[in-house]
Structures are given as C-alpha cells and as structure tokens.
C-alpha cells in the first residue's frame, strides 16, 4: 500500500492533468490539497479530458460520492446521473451509487444498487462490500455475513476473504 500511494503520488507530480491521474489519485490527500480545492476544482472542470466513456463515468460516481460526504445530495445525484448516462451497467459506477445511496440514509436504494452491481460483476470484491454494508444498515446482518462468506468461498480476492471474516465476527 505504501509503494502504491507513493508511485500514485509521484504520477499525479509529474502528469496532474492527465485523466488517468485525476482518477486513480482522487482518494489520497497531498499536503497542500484539501478536499475544497478538489470540489473547487471539480466545479471548474467536471469531466475528464482525455478519458474513456468508463473512466469518465468512474470519476463522475467517485466525485459524487465526494459531494454525499459533504452531505450535498443534490450535486451527489446529478454526478451519479452523468455516471450511468456514460456507463449505465458498470458495476462500478453502481456500487458507488450505493455508497451515495448509504450516505442519504436509503438503504433500500443502497442494497438495490449494490445487488445490480453484484449480478453485473459476481465476486468483484466492491458489489460484495457494497452489498454486505447495505444488508448490515438494514439489520440483516446474518444474511450479510452468510452471503459474503459464500462469496469468499468461490473467490480469489484476500479483500472479499478479509471483509466476510469481518462480517462473520460482526
């Protein structure tokens, strides 16, 4: 993880602009970045030059996701909604809908997403997490644990193995 984080910070120093640096590097904070001056900058440039109709749609659900922890639901849906207009299967893209769906406190909505991410892409270690976190607000924590764990059986991915114990223990 940390040669990780210093090889994505060493792209965004060299390439900022670059569409695939502005996607991969949006989660980490650099000393003199704060999360206003991503906002800012997202309001003065909101699409990703260069980028692929996915990658696009990727960076559109990320920076909505962005806007729902600022609890800005208006401008988290219009992200989501430019997301689908460019991917509208992507199993990305709808595991981040159910985040922002989560963090409006619809945990109907959430699940619903989740699961369509989840029949899109079986075993993507995101649906899975997706899906065991809405099963979890929703107070069907058997159910999350039961079908993370069944998951992780038919999986390679140590994140689905590492979050279905989590969910077993919880």
Do not use: K
Not at 5 to 18: K, N, S, V
Not at 49 to 65: C, L
Not at 161 to 170: I, K, P, S, T
Request: charged share 30%.
């Amino acid at each position: 993880m940390r040669r990780s984080r210093w090889l994505l910070r060493e792209a965004a120093r060299r390439d900022p602009g670059d569409a695939r640096v502005r996607l991969f590097t949006s989660h980490l904070r650099f000393p003199r970045r704060r999360l206003l001056d991503d906002l800012r900058s997202f309001e003065e440039g909101p699409d990703l030059v260069g980028g692929d109709p996915e990658m696009r749609a990727a960076w559109f659900a990320s920076t909505g996701v962005m806007w729902a922890r600022m609890r800005d639901f208006r401008r988290a849906y219009d992200c989501l909604d430019r997301a689908r207009t460019l991917a509208p299967d992507d199993s990305w893209v709808l595991s981040l809908e159910s985040a922002v769906h989560g963090l409006a406190d619809r945990w109907a909505d959430a699940l619903n997403s989740a699961e369509r991410a989840w029949v899109v892409d079986p075993g993507a270690p995101f649906a899975a997490a997706a899906t065991g976190t809405s099963l979890l607000s929703l107070g069907r924590i058997e159910e999350s644990a039961a079908r993370l764990s069944v998951a992780a059986d038919e999986s390679q991915s140590w994140e689905l193995v590492l979050d279905a114990c989590w969910r077993q223990c919880a």
